[in-house]
């Protein structure tokens, strides 16, 4: 890489080619998660599923063994996996429907896609093998020939891996040319679901160098099949013989745990694990994260030549957020002396009560304007502040403590000033723990800093200015992709401008009654179906992320221990907090108001969660239309 290439401006794994396994971080929480048991893989879109499907696929590894120049016969006996990527591609699965056949016609045609697509690919991965050993005595050998007579009804025998693939494309093509033209073409023959799959996978696994693996399907974007495509699946993953099906999706993809059996389902952890890639510790997020960008930083040639291991910490490029650097970035002397003037006028002159307005810290003196609008006694806090500031036990420690970045964003509001994003711990939790939206948000802050002459052969930390300005571009163009998410896409759009117009209310209260509020939670249980599905597809889309609740205050009301987070990464949008402090309760029928998206009522909703007094006296008011 030279010192211009942005090392972030990839952030799919489709994207990273055979160099993949060069970029793919092995956290210790991917251990042991493939097994002789199908792995069920949730996750937002970005946060590593797909990666690690790809990396763990036989031609991934065994890319990464020749680059470390490991002999095949030792990387073979090694590797206890052989790993097939399948996606299910939005663009092509729905294909397999209507046209005037009926839904039993269609679950024989797909499984016969399924059997065929993943059979070639498994003889391909053969075909590799035998070319890639030096020995014939270790290669494998074919002994399907009667058995595909028969399932083909073949004039002319297969006796050959090379011969069969040559087959598996003719009828792959077959298929197609028939799916696509139902009604002018002559039905190809159909072969059970898995069937011939398996019998494949059995033939090799009984051989020598095969009997202690294991060959393992990648179904990736499981969210994307039919309904009854995914009952076809899931009956794979409840009978392997011998093939393991792992599935990845994004959170709710899964539309049915049905087999083709009507009274049997899969589930864990008899017939499947589950592992869910947006449930990292924050400390875990970040290993990962930090490993994930160091392994790119490791590409650059500047910094190679430098070889200095601190230049290959992300840590360093974004550096920690400052709360004292943002205030006086805008603050000037002047505007301390008006919240003095404010706070003397409200408080008079009593002598015991000057320790209020003698402060020259902003955050002391914007908190007591918060603790008098709450009705707090100003000798009761000046009591608290005298011991505060003699460092004694003082209730001031925790108001500071409960209210400062609530104060910060108050302060921003009342100056007219952006609210800053910046620093690692930001970017980590603006991310909302999905790495893709990470690497976006890293990618355009070195972007900027590009700009700025920022080079790697004399690295610097980015400014907080280069930071901000980066996580509001990929926040505004976050929002703006909502409008791509089917089937609601206009509708969620809408709740999201509603929601988020809300929370941007309530961190101008005055009274900072709940600072930091981002999330909601609701009676989940008295919703309606219709808002129950539509909350669904914001889960699958990571618009919104489903949560244990932070406090539970009343088991009454929030009998579901569940909460929503607006997606982290649309706070700078909305300039709200991106960290996971306070919630809002939401009455289940304002709710389902709120999801409806019927503009008069939403917005007359949405102005009543978000009705506080505001430093400038009247309420502004939230306009639905005012936000699209």
């Not at 494949?200 to 060959?215: D, H, M, V």
Request: proline letters at 3%; one cysteine or more; glycine letters at 4%.
């Amino acid at each position: 890489m030279t010192i211009y290439n942005n090392p972030f401006s990839i952030d799919r794994a489709e994207q990273l080619g055979d160099k993949l396994f060069e970029f793919y971080s092995n956290h210790k929480n991917f251990e042991g998660l493939l097994k002789r048991k199908s792995l069920m893989l949730e996750g937002g879109r970005g946060s590593g599923k797909t990666m690690f499907f790809l990396y763990h696929s036989y031609f991934n590894k065994k890319k990464e063994s020749e680059s470390k120049n490991i002999r095949f016969e030792e990387f073979f006996k090694a590797e206890k996996l052989i790993g097939i990527h399948f996606r299910a591609d939005s663009n092509f699965v729905p294909a397999f429907q209507h046209k005037g056949l009926d839904d039993d016609d269609w679950t024989l045609l797909f499984g016969h896609f399924l059997n065929i697509t993943l059979s070639k690919r498994l003889v391909e991965i053969i075909i590799d093998i035998n070319s890639s050993f030096d020995s014939r005595e270790s290669q494998i050998e074919f002994d399907l020939s009667d058995e595909l007579n028969i399932l083909f009804n073949l004039k002319d025998s297969i006796d050959s891996f090379s011969l069969l693939l040559k087959k598996l494309s003719y009828e792959e093509i077959l298929l197609m040319n028939y799916v696509n033209n139902v009604s002018k073409i002559e039905r190809p023959i159909i072969i059970s679901n898995g069937y011939l799959l398996n019998l494949i996978a059995q033939s090799i696994l009984k051989q020598k160098n095969f009997q202690e693996k294991t060959i393992h399907v990648f179904i990736d974007e499981y969210e994307n099949l039919l309904l009854y495509q995914q009952r076809i699946v899931n009956t794979l993953i409840k009978h392997p013989n011998p093939v393991i099906i792992d599935i990845g999706m994004r959170n709710k993809g899964c539309k049915t745990y049905q087999t083709l059996g009507d009274s049997e389902i899969i589930t864990p952890p008899h017939d499947y694990s589950y592992y869910n890639f947006e449930q990292f510790t924050s400390q875990e997020y970040e290993e990962l994260i930090v490993d994930i960008c160091r392994k790119r930083l490791e590409k650059i040639d500047a910094l190679q030549v430098i070889g200095d291991p601190t230049y290959l910490d992300i840590r360093f490029y974004l550096g920690e957020y400052n709360l004292e650097d943002e205030l006086s970035s805008f603050l000037k002397p002047k505007d301390i002396k008006i919240l003095q003037s404010k706070i003397k006028a409200r408080v008079g002159i009593e002598e015991n009560c000057s320790i209020l307005y003698e402060s020259a810290d902003p955050l002391i003196l914007r908190l007591i304007l918060v603790l008098l609008e709450r009705g707090q006694k100003s000798e009761h806090i000046a009591h608290e502040l005298t011991l505060f500031l003699e460092n004694k036990p003082s209730k001031f420690n925790d108001w500071i403590h409960n209210n400062k970045n609530g104060l910060i964003f108050l302060l921003c509001k009342e100056h007219s000033k952006n609210k800053m994003y910046y620093g690692f711990n930001t970017y980590k939790s603006t991310s909302s723990g999905i790495i893709r939206f990470f690497l976006e948000l890293c990618e355009s802050a070195f972007k900027n800093a590009f700009r700025n002459s920022f080079e790697f052969q004399s690295p610097r930390r980015l400014t907080p200015n280069e930071q901000s300005e980066a996580a509001y571009y990929v926040s505004q163009y976050k929002i703006n992709d909502i409008e791509t998410y089917t089937p609601y896409s206009n509708k969620l759009k809408r709740f999201v401008l509603l929601l988020g117009g809300i929370f941007e209310k309530l961190h101008r209260d005055i009274k900072l009654s709940e600072p930091e509020r981002n999330h909601f939670s609701s009676e989940f249980n008295r919703l309606d179906e219709e808002s129950l599905i539509f909350l669904k597809s914001a889960e699958l889309y990571s618009v919104l992320q489903k949560k244990e609740e932070t406090k539970v205050k009343n088991s009454s009301i929030d009998g579901n221990n569940i909460e929503y987070h607006l997606n982290h990464i649309y706070a700078p949008y909305f300039q709200i907090s991106a960290r996971k402090i306070r919630s809002l309760y939401i009455d289940p029928g304002n709710l389902a108001v709120l999801i409806s998206g019927e503009s008069r009522k939403a917005n007359d909703v949405a102005n009543a969660l978000a009705k506080i007094e505001e430093i400038n006296g009247g309420q502004t008011k939230i306009d639905l239309f005012d936000a699209l």
